[in-house]
Each structure stands twice: as structure tokens, then as C-alpha cells.
């Protein structure tokens, strides 16, 4: 992916963020093949499917390479367990965007410290809050530069390469999850529903981002929030 090429020539200390989804498996499929110097690495929130975790060793086994595995401070962990509960992010969108901010956005902003750019495998098409996602970007959050390759793809073009490479993908997909989280956050979506449905499924579609996206929240049209939000 000449793309992703350009990316690594501009950027030295360039890093893809994998979510082991499909979308970062292509992604990570064109590191790997074509050699570019690019860091992978994915966030192991410890709440994970067993799936998704397997998916470390069956990168490994593929492509004799593997990726870095980060994980949230366990102090943190636990302090947030201790004082609201194991499973509090059913409570308010609050506590749940608490919880991703230990998991997630703060191991997240250790591994991209001192980094000039990195790589994502967010798409358009995704959900409403991604309608607008550029190529690449400025990330006022974590203060770099983002790319976003895939973002122009659809869900088919993205399965089409899949089978083309026979690259190896998460066995939830085939189980109606086109979009995977953590375990208890995560479910499957219904015929007819949107892409990321099934990610905090009790929460309106205009809230359903962690953290790690922050700027897709705030790109989202008024005009669009408000017709979700009284929906």
C-alpha cells in the first residue's frame, strides 16, 4: 500500500495502532509483506474477548513477526474497580468513558509519547461519528500527526482483500461482530443496524467513541447530534 509506504518514509517513528479487527489486519497484512518500518502495537485492556487475545499468536504464527502489547497501569485498574465496581460503565456514559481512559487512552498516550505520527484503521462508513474523517490529520489529543489510510474504504473492500490475501482475521466477525471492543462492551449486532451498533450498545450513536478518537466526537455537524440525540 503505497500509502502507508509514504507514511513511513515521512515518518521514522511512525506507529499503527491495532485494534486486531479487520480493518488493522489489512493494515497490518501490508506492513508486514512489504517490510516498511512501521511499529505495531495493540492495547490489551484486560477485558478483552479471548478471540481478539489469540489474535497476537496468530500474527506471530503467520507472519514470524509480532506485535506490542500494551497494557493499563494495574494500580489504576484497580483503584477504578475498588471505588465504582468491576462493570460500572453500564452505570453513565461518565464511568464508562472513565474506565476507557485507564484501559485504553492512558496506555494509549504512554506508547505514542515522544512519536512525531501514527496510523489508525478507522473508516468513514463506520459510524456517524467517523463521517467526516480525513486521511490524515493533526491530533490535538495526543499532539501529532494521524493517519487514517482506510478511511475512504467500504466494509466490502475491506473483506475483499481479506480473502484475496487470506489474511487471518478475528472469528467474531463471523459472528456478527463487525466492530470489536472489549468483552462486556461488545455485542452483536442485529440485521439492518449500524456497523458499530454493538459497541456500547446502551449508550446513543453520538457518544460512542473512548477516547483514543476524541477529535471524530467533535467533527461530528450539530445538525447530526441533536437528530441522533432526540431520536
Known sequence: MERLAQVARSHADVALASSLAAEDMVLTHAVFENDLSIDIF???TGRLNTETVAMVDRIAE???????VVRPDPAAVEKYVSTHGQNAFYESVALRKACCEIRKVEPLRGVLAG???WITGQRREQAVTRGELPL???DPVFGLHKYNPLALWTHEEVWAVIRAFDIPYNPLHDRGYPSIGCEPCTRAIRPGEDLRAGRWWWESSDSKECGLHAGNLSAIPVSVVTTKSSA
Not at 503467520?62 to 506490542?68: A, E, T
Request: proline share 0%; no cysteine; charged share 40%.
Open 136 to 138: 490524515d490529520e493533526h
Open 62 to 68: 503467520r507472519y514470524g513477526r509480532s506485535i506490542h
Open 42 to 44: 495493540t492495547l490489551d
Open 115 to 117: 512519536r512525531s505520527a
